[in-house]
């Protein structure tokens, strides 16, 4: 295949991985693409041994701004993985059910659900969760997979996007494909399971899904 093309596959790499310990899921960040980073201990001593006598104050200067944009680095580093943990954290807890019982389960989830639960900013919590990924007992996931639009019921309770268009899936797939079902009987279909859907989303989320009419 390397005679037609030179594309190569991209391979996941999960930035942080979920664990099953008994009743509860342990999260552990993958720091393994990070370097173990940390200030040369020369320039330190260079710092404390310089006087006015040895030194100018433009060199003193310039040794300690550098060794304070080292020490903000490493501390930024250290910040991402702790704010990658907590968001996480704040994900597996909102979406509990999914991890235990499948997307059935998967409930209705915004960005400002986790800011306010981590007590961050949301464009915080929508970089981090950018081209992220998670490794867990359900597989992987990009992060932004659990960010989900709510849709009513019929007790008013709201269900995930992702889990309707599942079920949409799973009624076309027990369809007669001699006599396939309209988006109309899909949305009877849904009502009798207590979703309430307009038959244009139908049309949408099979046109997402790329199952025909």
Do not use: C
């Not at 304070?68 to 704010?83: C, D, H, N, P």
């Amino acid at each position: 295949g390397n005679v037609y093309t030179e594309e190569k596959a991209q391979t996941i790499i999960p930035d942080v991985y979920i664990f099953k310990v008994g009743d509860e899921y342990r999260i552990v960040v993958n720091d393994d693409g990070l370097p173990r980073l940390r200030i040369s201990n020369y320039y330190r001593e260079v710092l404390a041994g310089m006087d006015d006598k040895s030194a100018s104050e433009n060199s003193k200067r310039y040794i300690r701004e550098r060794v304070q944009s080292a020490s903000w680095l490493i501390k930024s580093i250290q910040q991402r993985q702790r704010t990658m943990f907590k968001v996480t954290e704040s994900i597996v807890k909102f979406q509990i059910d999914f991890f235990d019982k499948g997307i059935d389960y998967l409930r209705p989830l915004v960005l400002r659900d986790i800011a306010e639960d981590v007590e961050m900013h949301e464009s915080t919590v929508s970089r981090v969760v950018t081209n992220k990924y998670m490794h867990s007992p359900r597989g992987v996931f990009e992060l932004k997979y659990f960010f989900n639009s709510s849709i009513k019921t019929s007790d008013g309770d709201g269900i995930a996007s992702k889990s309707v268009k599942e079920a949409i899936r799973k009624i076309i797939a027990k369809e007669d494909q001699q006599s396939p079902m309209s988006d109309k009987e899909i949305v009877e279909r849904l009502r009798g399971m207590g979703i309430e859907i307009a038959r244009r989303t139908i049309a949408k989320y099979r046109e997402m899904m790329r199952i025909l009419p």
